[in-house]
């Protein structure tokens, strides 16, 4: 068929091997990402420190302060949800063996307190 191809080309017609060509879009879409990240990332709220772990062994470190008698904040937006449940699961832990307590403050926002502290709600 080389040469039927070759004469339905000459005179303007596609041949059975003639791939069509992909048209370019002429509005490519975009991928979007939101740069604000740190917008809504405060280091403090109403004076207690808050920190944004990205794996266990970072929450680690923070359980030591509850044996301090020092409350603080976990926000897990930074971690994955495989690794936020390790690190909930190794705190609820440390938080039974000290007596202290841990809150859901909003989605991904959790407040550990030490044994003789409490949230004051209005």
């Keep these: ?9 000459f005179f303007g017609f596609e041949g059975d091997d003639v791939k069509p060509i992909a048209k370019k879009r002429s509005n490519p879409q975009k991928a979007t990402y939101n740069l604000k990240i740190k917008q809504d ?11 944004y772990p990205e794996d266990l062994d970072d929450c ?15 926000d897990f937006r930074a971690c994955n949800n495989s690794e936020k449940n390790k690190a909930l699961n190794y705190l609820s832990g440390f938080i039974a063996v000290l007596g202290a307590s841990m809150e859901e403050v ?4 959790y407040i550990f307190l030490p044994k003789n502290m409490k949230i004051e709600r209005d």
Excluded: Q
């Design 41 to 51: 990332m405060p280091e403090e709220i109403d004076g207690v420190k808050v920190f």
């Design 60 to 74: 680690k470190e923070r359980a030591e302060l509850l044996k301090k008698n020092t409350p603080f904040f976990l």
């Design 106 to 109: 909003e989605k991904n926002l």
């Design 1 to 9: 068929m080389g040469l039927m191809n070759y004469i339905y080309k």
